[in-house]
């Protein structure tokens, strides 16, 4: 048992004479890694202050992580305290979370020292040491029940084997070695204990407005319901505010779930009836019930969204999103997706949102639109793609339409796809160039879907346009996957949230569908088999029947790049703005966003056999 | 006139702590850059062995670089003679000769003092100094005409604002400074008198056979004729061996072009007539003169290729080119491709091919074969392309046919477009993999179109597949560039030398033209315009009126990737191999090489603001 930390520790005091003489062991890698460590001996760096935010990354607790940001230095510092740590941990990044292919740090004992390195490990998982050490162990000691390492990284190493920190979702992974190891090459994860957890490193740190003394708040939760045994259940329940509601704000919200459904609710929305209609019918059953009234279609102005792993959400200082008081609905719409793959019966419910809202208004009124794709089987990923993009506009012409002059500021955003995206961003774009991102996420999960306060308010002006694209897996499907309401079907949106409210809630496009059933014929027309595009079938079986080969493929992606749109430009009550919005161009775009290029940091160039050779310069003066 | 070096030289012995004061007036960027030079004298590195390769920069000869490479230590070691130097120089390389994006050596002075530093110009041609040195300074001395520089760099740097040096051709550009300036930032290339030469720096280091005592050379070369004031001429003169001659091996050739023709003589070739005819007509005029006789068309065997650029080539010791003797015409028929965009009138020329050969035959015949793509318009790239993409394949079912269990080796690669190929490559693939790139350039240039030994001799086997790619810009063209034979027309081949000679001469594809027309049909129904894709129209009448919309490209490029393909498997005669050879499958590829990732060289990471910041270990043991 002397290997193990947690019975007979052996962190070595550094330095030591003896750390040199026992690196010859372990050969040139852990060398380089020792060198580290004798330099760290020089100089002396305090604990940072402390950390705001914290996560386990474990379901047990093993492992705890604390980190903060500094925006200036562009750097990151990590503290990672482990519980009765064993012969060693590991830690770090990947692009989904994979053990593959990761940026790690490595806490590891050979029995009798213990040591700390940059790592990566490779496709197979095999563990390596970085040639180019960008973690920073700046403190290791031993706590009450295990270990608290302190460590730092730069945002951006430029060193190919590092993952770079962005502001999107980061998929942190970790590892618990059981077992001492010679060397560092003698690791790999596929052999130890491994999970992940998602997370946003570098939040925006806008701060969380305190809330006033008026504040009060109000539950909209379905009522202890019967989640049916269905793999999809979008619910539906209509309440209604007391009587005489006055206007309010609603100046937060959050959600709660019913304990022991985490797993079930998928997303919620509470949604506000329209004004017109003096009265809406009771409903609660499955949105897609015959019974369901039709009036409910028209209970369709959200006024608050939670998807899975969303925090609380608040709005900033000088905005809320009106609710109550004359010419507002007293009748609310409450939605409930929830996502039954093993067909659960008999689980009891009462999920939903609660508000939280004050009398004292503030300056405006705030609302959230709906960018992105409509929700139609025209847009479809082949099966079999590894990244294949969807896009949805939002018209020069529909903003023109629809926004004031001093046009809206939006100041948060929550991307929203089902089961097969990977990617989402948003661009804005203006007299055909792409000007800035309003939010990205190149590590997009479909779950981890949280309301994200975005690090810069963006204005939008009439006459903007805004590109939503979505970037989907489809490696495991065997039929396309067409756009749709169904968890198997696919979504592409960006729920943003502005300020101050207009009456358009929804600014979405699809292909136009002349030119898809040209797309249908042009593959009959390629196919020597016989496939079925014929007038008679659903859009969906036509794409069900298309044989993917690379021709049809590409010719997708072709039609989807060049073919007329069909615009949804809403107002609040599903119904369009005055004007014709079948068959408009593709919004043109003559310059888009560079990729920002890493700022690498100032290196001198060392041969890796000599690492210090120094150059001559001779010159002569007449 | 103090200020020009040639003049006044000042190049400052160093060190002198004036240097360190000189530094504080130009600010931060000079100070690293002085750092170097001070860095210098810590030791000394002798001159290199003698540069076995030279070349002028310029057409006056100022400038004149010599080079050796190190293959081992991955470095390439320069010489830069200037002379008559003024205030200073600049020189590097970029991607296609151009001064913006460009990665450099800048030497310049101040008026005062000289400098010298690793720069790189951004795309306005404005010079920055690198945040990472790598070009490194060994010696500047004074010659009697002017000044040497010998410095080194490694190929691959990993600094985002060097060049890769690889072993295609590179372009080398260069610029004299002509008046002092008081710091780097302060010099645009657009003042400067610039200009670039294409080189291949990492050249094969197969040493040249010597040339036995007994070999003689034979001249075969246009009797003197009047170029024709045409842009495109292909000249063919048919010539005839000596009588009886008997069989002997071609072991060298070389170009010779009349004085003075240098810039209108493209390319040339000799071709061998059919054995199976005893007698062919004199000829001598337009190969597609209506004068020429049919039974020319049966004169198609190469004996000798050349193009601009290339120089003399010399076959492997082991293998030389057959000619002469029983079994092979004494009929050979020269191929001069005149290219005379000016339309120059009255200018003779006698240019043509000196064969070196020798009556002790080597132990195997060598030949060459054409891979890529056939002459067809079928193959064309759409205009305002920045990089499309034709690819040309020699499939399994042809090399089944045609070559030996054995296989063949490759031992040298022509590369050969017409003006807009950008890139070539040609890769092997096996059982569905490609397994390695038989000749690559990223930097093609059609000016520049050398007969390259390999590297390494590559062995194709029956039922290895060869994929040969060529990338085309487009951007100045506003019709579709249709494949053919005209300079304005599209070629991608790869002329590739091998041994032991077969009779498979000609391995090459091109889209089945039954596909072509189904696109031409979808291009009409998806079009709004009348478009004339009439089956009595030619194919670059269709393509000529295709309305080039991001549909059309993205389509053909589609179709390219899919439709099946007409081979032509063909024996020496201008004769097919037996068998079906059109409505082929693409060859499938299940893997494709990856990119070699850069072995970067070690490095600390530095924090810019504090390049070296020490850090701590604190660890107790219990």
């Known amino acids: 048992m002397q290997a193990h930390l947690s019975h007979q520790p052996c962190w070595s005091s550094l330095p030591s004479p003896s750390v040199r003489e026992a690196a010859s062991m372990y ?11 004798v330099a760290a001996l020089r100089g002396s760096e305090p604990p940072e202050s402390p950390f705001p935010y914290h996560i386990p990354l474990d379901p047990e607790g093993i492992l705890e992580l604390s980190w903060n940001v500094s925006y200036v230095q562009e750097i990151i510092h990590f503290q990672l305290q482990v519980q009765g740590l064993r012969a060693g941990v590991l830690f770090g990044m990947s692009d989904r979370g994979e053990m593959e292919n990761a940026d790690l740090i490595m806490l590891w004992t050979d029995g009798d020292r213990a040591y700390f390195a940059d790592a990566w490990s490779d496709r197979k998982g095999q563990i390596h040491l970085d040639s180019q050490q960008d973690y920073q162990l700046l403190q290791a000691q031993r706590t009450r029940d295990g270990l608290s390492l302190l460590f730092k990284r730069p945002f951006v190493t430029c060193d190919p084997k590092d993952y770079v920190i962005e502001d999107d979702t980061v998929h942190l992974v970790y590892g618990i070695l059981e077992e001492p190891f010679q060397s560092l090459e003698a690791i790999n994860t596929s052999g130890l204990h491994t999970g992940l957890q998602r997370v946003q490193l570098l939040k925006s740190e806008v701060p969380t407005p ?9 539950d909209i939760r379905a009522p202890d319901i019967l989640i049916p045994d269905n793999e999809t259940t979008y619910w539906c329940y209509i309440t209604e505010l007391p009587p005489r509601f006055p206007r309010h704000h609603i100046i937060m919200y959050e959600a709660i779930v019913t304990e022991g459904n985490e797993a079930l609710v998928h997303h919620m929305e509470v949604f506000q009836c329209a004004a017109e209609s003096e009265d809406f019918p009771q409903f609660n059953g499955p949105c897609d019930s015959k019974m369901k009234p039709d009036r409910l279609n028209y209970c369709r102005h959200v006024l608050a969204a939670w998807a ?30 929830y996502h039954n793959p093993r067909k659960i019966q008999g689980r009891q419910d009462s999920s939903g949102i609660r508000l939280h809202y004050t009398a004292t208004l503030r300056r405006y009124d705030a609302g959230i639109m709906e960018l992105g794709l409509v929700y139609t089987p025209l847009m479809a990923i082949p099966p079999q793609e590894t990244a294949f993009v969807l ?28 089961l097969t995206g990977r990617k989402v961003v948003t661009v804005l774009a203006r007299d055909g160039q792409e000007r800035k991102v309003v939010n ?16 810069k308010v963006v204005t939008v002006y009439p ?7 979505c970037t989907y897996n489809t490696e495991n499907k065997t039929l396309a996957t067409v756009g749709g309401f169904g968890i198997l079907e696919e979504m592409c949106v960006n729920y943003v949230h502005y300020y101050p409210q207009t009456e358009l809630e929804l600014c979405k496009s699809a292909v136009d569908d002349g030119f898809l059933q040209k797309y249908f014929h042009t593959v009959n027309r390629f196919s020597s088999e016989e496939v079925c595009t014929c007038p008679q079938a659903s859009v969906p079986q036509q794409f069900s029947s298309v044989p993917w080969n ?15 749109i069909s615009m949804h430009c809403n107002k609040t009550s599903a119904v369009r703005f005055p004007g014709e919005w079948n068959l ?34 001779e010159a002569d003066t007449e």
């Open 27 to 37: 050969g040139t890698a852990v060398a380089i890694f020792l060198v580290i460590l």
């Open 210 to 218: 305190s809330m006033p003394e008026d504040v009060q708040t109000m």
């Open 308 to 337: 899975l792993g969303a925090k609380a959400f608040y709005y900033p200082k000088e905005a809320g999103v009106p609710f109550g008081g004359p010419g507002s609905s007293p009748f609310l719409r409450l939605e409930v997706h």
């Open 391 to 418: 896009t949805g506009y939002c018209t020069d012409k529909c903003t023109q339409m629809a926004l004031q002059d001093s046009g809206i500021h939006i100041f948060a955003s929550q991307l929203h796809t089902h």
């Open 440 to 455: 990205r996420d190149n590590h997009y999960s479909p779950h981890f879907q949280e309301i994200r306060m975005l690090k």
């Open 463 to 469: 006459g903007d346009v805004l590109i939503t694209s």
């Open 550 to 564: 690379s021709f049809n493929r590409d010719m997708l992606k072709a039609l989807y790049d060049y073919a007329p």
């Open 584 to 617: 408009q161009p593709l919004p043109k775009i003559t310059s888009t966003l560079e990729e920002p290029t890493p700022r690498c940091p100032i290196r001198q160039t060392q041969s890796p056999a000599n690492p210090t050779v120094p150059i001559t310069t």
